[in-house]
């Protein structure tokens, strides 16, 4: 296994030049083609400059952050992340509907009594959906106009909503589409426009009918497969996000973290495997191959409640005591145990064929894990790790300091945060003209329902398709 070769992950091939000269250009020709050269130097120089000084409000220090991920995020050649089709600056504006304008969204984010609050969902992984909600509150991107807007963010707390015993699965489902009845541009681009989080493995499956009223909407979820229990899965790879797993702030954190990575002379076990079997072949094959070697694979028994529950700084600190962190599928094909090993700087093996990972057009995932084939775990795989020397081991943390900065829900004033990565990909969903099975318009520009009725006279609520 040592064999398998790496070297050429980045290797690039560029043409040879060859340079012809004319033997019958006279000196005058010379001077000519010189001067022509030098006057289209400055001119480009200076249109360069010009539309630096109109673009700065709005860029984000892209040459500074080429120079600091450089290699691992493919941020482009000359000008950053923009110049891999995301365009040349971030330009959009989001309108995020207030809960008080929508009848039912307050049963989506506190339950039907109000008894829910924030603070008890921004923990864990359903915290994505209410740090993306707060991060663009406060966001530049944000517009108050619904007609200047080009995406709509509907906030919903829902998967914590339901977890805590506030809605059941009916009364979520009836709560969704009463919403979306009440929202004219929902209907007015069929969904398109509206952006939603679903931050668990369920994915929007959550909305029990979400396959009818959201199969054209963003759909912003760590989760890229669901078919394990289900008939479809709900991500679509052309409209739908992926997005990091939301890591304990204490890990995340600017400054001292819950626990300090451990220099690799000094760390107990090859890998290791932190958590519940939940009865799925690959979990349960790695805690036999723990026992088989309980030298080189340490995979405890997790305790959720009792004396023996394995707190925040123990889990980090055995995360943390390993060389490599392996990712099974559990319930779904994520697992924020991928997100959490770049923090105690373990290099992460996913060990889940059908995982999607985020902002896979600019970061090059070869260079800071592992995937390997989930019907190969055994032996044949602690082998292979111990293969791998430490100078190559530890290569890939350094690349992965770099990137890890993706996956903190950080405010957009930082220059690489997960938060400015949904926007970037927010951005290539942006449509000029929007269209539904439902609008039609007119030669003067009017855009009217099937009845004829401009768009500002429509009345909620209206039927849904």
């Known amino acids: 296994m040592a064999s398998i070769n790496t070297a050429n992950r980045s290797t690039r091939f560029f043409p040879s030049h060859t340079h012809h000269t004319a033997t019958s250009i006279t000196s005058r020709h010379h001077i000519a083609t010189l001067s022509l050269v030098v006057t289209t130097f400055f001119l480009t120089r200076l249109y360069d400059h010009s539309l630096r000084s109109c673009s700065s409000q709005y860029r984000n220090s892209f040459a500074d952050v080429n120079r600091q991920y450089e290699g691992v995020v493919r941020?482009?050649?000359?000008?950053?992340?923009?110049?891999?089709?995301y365009g040349t600056h971030l330009n959009l504006?989001?309108?995020?509907?207030?809960?008080?304008?929508?009848?039912?969204?307050?049963?989506?984010?506190?339950?039907r009594e109000g008894k829910i609050s924030p603070e008890a969902c921004i923990k864990g992984q359903w915290g994505t959906?209410?740090?993306?909600?707060?991060?663009?509150?406060?966001?530049?991107?944000?517009?108050?106009?619904?007609?200047?807007?080009?995406?709509?963010?509907?906030?919903?707390?829902?998967?914590?909503?339901?977890?805590?015993?506030?809605?059941?699965?009916?009364?979520?489902?009836?709560?969704?589409?009463?919403?979306?009845?009440?929202?004219?541009?929902?209907?007015?681009?069929?969904?398109?426009?509206?952006?939603?989080?679903?931050?668990?493995?369920?994915?929007?499956?959550?909305?029990?009918?979400?396959?009818?009223?959201?199969?054209?909407?963003?759909?912003?979820?760590?989760?890229?497969?669901?078919?394990?229990?289900?008939?479809?899965?709900?991500?679509?790879?052309?409209?739908?996000?992926?997005i990091p797993g939301n890591v304990d702030d204490g890990m995340t954190a600017n400054g001292?973290?819950?626990?300090?990575?451990?220099?690799?002379?000094?760390?107990?076990?090859?890998?290791?495997?932190?958590?519940?079997?939940?009865?799925?072949?690959?979990?349960?094959?790695?805690?036999?191959?723990?026992?088989?070697?309980?030298?080189?694979?340490?995979?405890?028994?997790?305790?959720?409640?009792?004396?023996?529950?394995?707190?925040?700084?123990?889990?980090?600190?055995?995360?943390?005591?390993?060389?490599?962190?392996?990712?099974p599928r559990g319930e779904s094909s994520w697992t924020l145990r991928f997100y959490e090993s770049f923090f105690v700087e373990c290099i992460p093996v996913m060990l889940s064929d059908q995982a999607e990972l985020p902002f896979q057009n600019v970061v090059d995932y070869t260079r800071i894990s592992i995937k390997w084939p989930s019907t190969r775990i055994g032996p044949e795989l602690l082998d292979y790790l111990e293969s791998i020397p430490d100078k190559d081991i530890e290569d890939m943390i350094v690349q992965g300091r770099k990137v890890r900065c993706l996956w903190v829900y950080a405010p957009e004033s930082e220059p690489c945060s997960a938060f400015n990565g949904i926007m970037w990909e927010l951005q290539k969903k942006v449509r000029q003209f929007h269209q539904s099975m439902e609008t039609f318009w007119l030669h003067n520009g009017s855009i009217v329902n099937r009845d004829l009725v401009e768009f500002r006279k429509w009345k909620p609520p209206m039927p849904l398709p």
Request: include cysteine.
């Open 75 to 85: 941020f482009g050649d000359s000008g950053g992340w923009p110049e891999r089709g």
């Open 93 to 111: 504006k989001i309108y995020v509907y207030d809960e008080n304008e929508i009848e039912g969204l307050k049963l989506l984010l506190y339950d």
């Open 129 to 242: 959906q209410v740090k993306i909600h707060r991060l663009l509150l406060q966001s530049r991107f944000r517009t108050r106009k619904k007609d200047e807007a080009d995406l709509f963010f509907v906030p919903s707390y829902v998967k914590c909503v339901r977890m805590m015993g506030g809605l059941n699965d009916k009364e979520i489902n009836q709560t969704y589409v009463k919403v979306l009845g009440q929202m004219p541009y929902f209907r007015l681009s069929g969904g398109r426009s509206h952006i939603f989080v679903f931050p668990s493995g369920a994915g929007a499956h959550l909305f029990k009918s979400w396959a009818t009223y959201l199969n054209r909407s963003i759909i912003l979820t760590p989760e890229g497969d669901r078919t394990d229990k289900r008939d479809t899965s709900a991500f679509n790879t052309w409209k739908d996000i992926i």
């Open 256 to 327: 001292a973290r819950l626990v300090d990575p451990l220099p690799l002379s000094k760390r107990k076990y090859l890998a290791n495997f932190l958590g519940r079997a939940q009865g799925k072949v690959g979990r349960l094959q790695l805690i036999e191959l723990s026992k088989q070697f309980p030298d080189k694979l340490e995979s405890p028994e997790l305790k959720l409640s009792g004396p023996d529950k394995l707190g925040r700084m123990e889990y980090f600190k055995h995360l943390s005591n390993a060389k490599f962190c392996l990712a």
